[in-house]
């Protein structure tokens, strides 16, 4: 697998896709790697009920993951985790690809030709 969620990630994210307007059974959520962020990578994650046909599809507990073949070496091993807390709540990704990564913990590099990063902020 990719992709793993932990406990707390997996609940979120099944009451995001629960909350969202369609009701398809193709309806997951898309985690990807695009270039920018303050590192040069940075992390994406949305609902969708439109897979790719080049995707890697798995399934943790009731939610289905799709990330993109271009994204799927970045984010082999990465573990999603939703904190919450008085300053900083939200999902956290534990890459063990990156290299280094920005303190606001939503952009990474590696040693394999990361893109220029951009300061945080713009």
Avoid: H, W
């Amino acid at each position: 697998m990719t992709v793993t969620l932990t406990e707390k990630a997996e609940f979120r994210l099944r009451a995001f896709l629960k909350g969202s307007a369609t009701e398809d059974a193709k309806k997951g959520v898309r985690i990807s790697v695009k270039d920018g962020g303050c590192s040069g990578y940075e992390y994406g994650i949305e609902i969708t009920s439109k897979p790719q046909p080049d995707d890697v599809v798995s399934q943790q507990g009731n939610v289905l993951i799709y990330v993109d073949a271009k994204s799927a070496p970045l984010l082999a091993g990465v573990v999603v985790d939703f904190v919450e807390g008085v300053m900083d709540s939200g999902f956290k990704f534990s890459n063990p690809n990156a290299t280094d990564t920005c303190g606001c913990g939503k952009s990474f590099k590696t040693n394999d030709g990361t893109p220029t990063g951009v300061p945080c902020g713009q």
